[in-house]
């Protein structure tokens, strides 16, 4: 614990579902998702041993998502 609090990085698992009630609107709307996309962009924020601080991360999921088509 001495560790993660000095070096300001924490290990990460994340999982997320999604649940919708009631009637779905009659919108146009498709969803994608890239995991492997993901998984490079956040490689990208690791240091040389493989951590991420957690400021990093805050500023990587505080960005407006790109869009497609």
């Given at each position: 614990m001495?560790?993660l609090?000095?070096?300001?990085t924490?290990?990460?698992?994340?999982?997320?579902?999604?649940?919708?009630t009631g009637?779905?609107?009659?919108?146009?709307?498709?969803?994608?998702?890239?995991?492997?996309?993901?998984?490079?962009l956040?490689a990208?924020?690791?240091?040389?041993s493989?951590?991420v601080?957690r400021?990093?991360?805050?500023q990587?999921?505080?960005k407006?998502p790109?869009?497609?088509g």
């Open positions: 001495k560790e609090l000095v070096r300001d924490w290990p990460v698992r994340a999982q997320a579902e999604l649940e919708l009637i779905a609107p009659r919108l146009p709307v498709k969803i994608a998702f890239d995991p492997p996309l993901l998984h490079r956040l990208e924020l690791c240091d040389e493989g951590l601080s400021s990093a991360l805050v990587f999921f505080s407006e790109a869009r497609s």
